[in-house]
């Protein structure tokens, strides 16, 4: 980093701090700060759900298996078009039917009291852990790497970025920001790409130079990293829950004018979702191109295109898209979780009648609190030597998502289920797949002898993911079907609003481009 690159880093920060007051000035007085008075229209929710699932362990994760295995990894990001227009026609129109603030709350409708409180303390333990801490410490390691700051103090500058936004003017102002963000993120990744592909000599040039299954997005069973089966049978149930019932995911959905915008601006994210190949992915391979022979570590790609190819100037503006996707995870985090806790459990809970000026106090004392927790959190990540936690912490979780998509999906198609069943799923569900999944990465030294001579070899983590679905489906039917003292509560109705044929139109349009894509690139 040199000056130039620091008067760069300084111009983003002073813009972003201009569009997060701009956007401040524009929500009422005394209006809700988690759902930006349902203002939101479809360019504000697309960039948003975007921004929120765009990180920098993401961009690096991504050029690091574009270098080694090509676009195959690419099916997280194609596939779930399927899951974002799930939530476009069958969640969202639900959600706002029932004018909701949280996803929770929404269960509450659906199964009880009960389950609203189990699905709150769920969900706002898995926001400070998963969106915060982890979100936090992966920052932190990268800032830590270029300015040689500790750690305490690198997460300690991003969470006073986000929640300035995040108190300041709520959703809205988190909004907003991520439009300018992620527009940056696209043109400074684009001119990555576009002056990666110059030096090698064009497209045909990096054809020829990488395997040629470097372009194919489905690999045979046999393949160790991206089987086809897994991912086609265990994705699904990892889609389900992180794009149609993740609190920090669906909120900006929730908070949209109409159920037109929501359902544009979720298909924009379908769009935006193409690019994460071409601007994450192919920055690997050409990497691989240009430095395999002499690149050791995958995980370093990213950054090594950056450094060999930009000049002063461009580098700071690469750290200021980095800071980016860091500013605009953690403030949707903040203000989801900030939402949950201040809604089903304070509101709920305590103050049913507390009037919005104390709810939007409760709401900013929560983003103080939640920061703190993961600032903590993420020094003792940090502290922790020998266990790299950000690895098993991420994969901990994936063996959260079958809980929730079985209780989400069977609470929306089938009427029956039970308040018991739903609650089995989110309580004894967990843990049972938790505990498989603590197992299946840590294997005690009975259990690895008896699988070698058995000569039973462990399922993809993927397909693992869809037996534990599978369980429980199972599991909630049969508690469904034999519960004798059940209580049953109607599915929340659509909302009554006429599909846009605009929206549908779009839809159809991106699941043709998807279709062919997958039959160019295989």
Not at 22 to 27: L, Q
Not at 136 to 161: E, H, K, N, T, Y
Not at 271 to 297: Q, R, S
Not at 334 to 347: G, P
Request: glycine share 8%; aromatic share 14%; with cysteine.
């Amino acid at each position: 980093m040199q000056g130039l690159d620091w008067v760069i880093l300084g111009i983003y920060f002073a813009v972003l701090i201009g569009i997060g007051l701009w956007a401040s000035t524009k929500r009422k007085k005394e209006g809700s700060l988690f759902l930006a008075e349902h203002s939101l229209r479809w360019h504000h929710i697309g960039f948003s759900m975007w921004g929120t699932n765009v990180g920098p362990s993401m961009l690096i994760a991504s050029a690091s298996a574009g270098f080694t295995t090509g676009i195959v990894s690419g099916n997280y990001a194609w596939y779930a078009f399927v899951f974002i227009a799930l939530l476009a026609f069958v969640f969202a129109p639900r959600y706002l039917g029932a004018n909701i603030s949280t996803l929770p709350e929404f269960m509450g409708l659906r199964f009880g009291q009960s389950t609203r409180n189990i699905l709150a303390w769920y969900t706002i333990v898995t926001v400070i852990i998963s969106w915060l801490a982890l979100t936090l410490f992966a920052g932190g390691v990268l800032i830590r790497q270029v300015f040689d700051i500790p750690m305490w103090s690198s997460a300690l500058v991003l969470v006073i970025i986000s929640a300035f936004f995040t108190m300041l003017g709520g959703l809205k102002a988190v909004a907003y920001t991520n439009v300018y963000q992620m527009i940056l993120l696209i043109i400074v990744s684009l001119v990555l790409v576009i002056v990666g592909l110059d030096k090698i000599g064009g497209v045909q040039a990096l054809v020829d130079k990488v395997p040629s299954d470097y372009w194919v997005m489905f690999k045979p069973n046999s393949d160790e990293a991206f089987p086809w089966l897994p991912i086609l049978l265990g994705y699904p149930v990892m889609g389900v829950w992180f794009w149609c019932t993740d609190q920090s995911m669906v909120q900006p959905v929730l908070a949209a004018k109409d159920l037109r915008e929501g359902q544009l601006g979720t298909n924009f994210t379908g769009w935006l979702k193409i690019l994460d190949v071409a601007l994450y992915i192919l920055p690997g391979i050409i990497c691989f191109a240009l430095y395999g022979e002499t690149l050791k570590n995958p995980d370093e790609a990213y950054l090594t295109m950056v450094e060999n190819l930009f000049p002063v100037g461009m580098v700071g503006l690469v750290f200021a898209v980095l800071t980016a996707c860091l500013v605009s995870t953690i403030g949707s985090a903040l203000n989801a979780l900030s939402t949950v806790f201040t809604m089903d459990v304070y509101v709920k809970n305590f103050k049913p009648g507390a009037p919005q000026w104390e709810i939007n106090l409760v709401g900013r004392i929560v983003v103080v609190v939640g920061a703190v927790l993961a600032i903590v959190m993420t020094v003792a990540i940090d502290a922790i030597k020998g266990l790299n936690l950000f690895n098993v912490f991420q994969s901990v979780l994936g063996f959260i998502a079958p809980p929730m998509a079985s209780v989400f999906l069977l609470g929306i198609f089938w009427r029956r289920t039970t308040t018991r069943a739903a609650n089995f799923a989110l309580t004894i569900g967990t843990i049972f797949c938790l505990g498989v999944g603590i197992l299946y990465l840590w294997p005690p030294m009975w259990l690895t002898e008896w699988l070698t001579t058995s000569g039973i070899a462990l399922p993809h983590f993927m397909m693992l993911s869809f037996y534990l679905f599978v369980i429980l489906v199972v599991c909630m039917a049969i508690i469904t079907l034999t519960d004798s003292k059940k209580t049953l509560y109607d599915i929340p109705a659509p909302i009554r609003e006429k599909q846009s044929r605009l929206a549908v139109g779009l839809w159809i349009a991106l699941a043709v481009v998807m279709v062919i894509l997958y039959v160019i690139f295989n």
